[in-house]
């Protein structure tokens, strides 16, 4: 049982979940690119599972450098979805907006990544008789990439991004994505839930991740419209398996754990209840800062 501060949340066997292996291992980095306002790191994880659900998310860390030296701030690692696995390699967007980051990105061919994963569910599959419409902001296109993959290339994409540096991130998916840009640097100029709201002309399930204003949006806008919808969410990560607690959220059903029992919810747990105040969302976009 999921422990929660309400009523207890089963684990139910069908939920999308690959366990990991109990103890941390060593990825080894086969390759890091620039793209645009990001990076890409790839690594062999040749002792983990080769089938981590799209949607989980691993734990990682440098094997050196990452603290506990006289002149290293000591870290906790950083929760990051995969963006792809294909043949025992994972790969990893993220941007550097903090020390953390700003260390994995440091990484070169021939390091090693230590994670602990995959953890967490994942994405469900589309309501029947729907299309699957994926929703992207900034970062949190990472865990569409592999949903796409598992999907095919003809799952609709939208995304938006602040620039046209951090629009490359859409070059990663098949077919032509629609974007949106804050600048209109790439793409339309606007938010990404104008390209949501014309694409709900015939029916679709959403699946998003971004930022918390951005996923608030996509939740009221699938609510109003009623379409089914799954929102990645993001909260603070010491562990990444439930033991410290730090992850916990509210929903209609009572607290989760979401490095447990998420980090993909579907949009109509944080829905307002009837008669009282609705859960605060914790949506983010699934990369802890730092």
């Given at each position: 049982?999921?422990?929660s501060?309400?009523?207890?949340?089963?684990?139910?066997?069908?939920?999308?979940?690959?366990?990991?292996?109990?103890?941390?291992?060593?990825?080894?980095?086969?390759?890091?690119?620039?793209?645009?306002?990001?990076?890409?790191?790839?690594?062999?994880?040749?002792?983990?599972?080769?089938?981590p659900?799209?949607?989980?998310?691993?734990?990682?860390?440098?094997?050196?450098?990452?603290?506990?030296?006289?002149?290293?701030?000591?870290?906790l690692?950083?929760?990051?979805?995969?963006?792809?696995?294909?043949?025992?390699?994972?790969?990893?967007?993220?941007?550097?907006?903090?020390?953390?980051?700003?260390?994995?990105?440091?990484?070169?061919?021939?390091?090693?990544?230590?994670?602990?994963?995959p953890?967490?569910?994942?994405?469900?599959?589309?309501?029947?008789?729907?299309?699957?419409?994926?929703?992207?902001?900034?970062?949190?296109?990472?865990?569409?990439?592999?949903?796409?993959?598992?999907?095919?290339?003809?799952?609709?994409?939208?995304?938006?991004?602040?620039?046209?540096?951090h629009?490359?991130?859409?070059?990663?998916?098949?077919?032509?994505?629609?974007?949106?840009?804050?600048d209109?640097?790439?793409?339309?100029?606007?938010?990404?839930?104008?390209?949501?709201?014309?694409?709900?002309?015939?029916?679709?399930?959403?699946?998003?991740?971004?930022?918390?204003a951005?996923?608030?949006?996509?939740?009221?806008i699938?609510?109003?419209?009623?379409?089914?919808a799954?929102?990645?969410l993001?909260?603070?990560?010491?562990?990444?398996?439930?033991?410290?607690?730090?992850?916990?959220?509210?929903?209609?059903e009572?607290?989760?754990?979401?490095?447990?029992d998420?980090?993909?919810?579907a949009?109509?747990?944080?829905?307002?209840p009837?008669?009282?105040?609705?859960?605060?969302?914790?949506?983010?976009?699934?990369?802890?800062?730092?």
């Amino acid at each position: 049982m999921a422990a929660s501060y309400g009523r207890p949340i089963a684990l139910r066997s069908t939920e999308p979940r690959t366990l990991a292996p109990p103890a941390r291992r060593t990825a080894h980095v086969t390759a890091v690119e620039r793209l645009g306002a990001y990076h890409l790191i790839r690594a062999l994880d040749s002792a983990g599972p080769a089938d981590p659900q799209p949607g989980q998310f691993y734990m990682l860390s440098t094997a050196e450098r990452w603290g506990g030296g006289e002149d290293e701030r000591p870290y906790l690692p950083r929760a990051f979805s995969h963006a792809r696995a294909r043949v025992g390699e994972l790969s990893f967007l993220l941007e550097t907006v903090g020390p953390g980051t700003r260390r994995l990105a440091e990484l070169r061919p021939g390091d090693g990544l230590e994670l602990l994963g995959p953890l967490g569910v994942g994405w469900r599959p589309p309501v029947d008789g729907t299309r699957p419409l994926l929703v992207g902001g900034g970062i949190g296109t990472a865990p569409l990439l592999c949903w796409q993959d598992e999907l095919g290339p003809d799952a609709a994409v939208v995304l938006g991004f602040r620039s046209a540096a951090h629009a490359q991130a859409a070059t990663l998916f098949a077919g032509e994505p629609a974007v949106a840009t804050d600048d209109g640097s790439a793409g339309r100029q606007a938010l990404v839930t104008d390209l949501l709201r014309e694409q709900l002309d015939e029916p679709a399930t959403v699946f998003a991740c971004g930022p918390p204003a951005m996923l608030e949006a996509v939740r009221a806008i699938c609510a109003e419209a009623g379409v089914p919808a799954q929102l990645a969410l993001e909260s603070g990560m010491a562990c990444g398996f439930g033991a410290c607690f730090g992850c916990v959220v509210p929903t209609r059903e009572g607290y989760v754990r979401l490095c447990v029992d998420g980090p993909v919810l579907a949009a109509e747990l944080l829905a307002m209840p009837s008669g009282g105040s609705r859960p605060r969302s914790p949506a983010g976009d699934w990369q802890v800062a730092g």
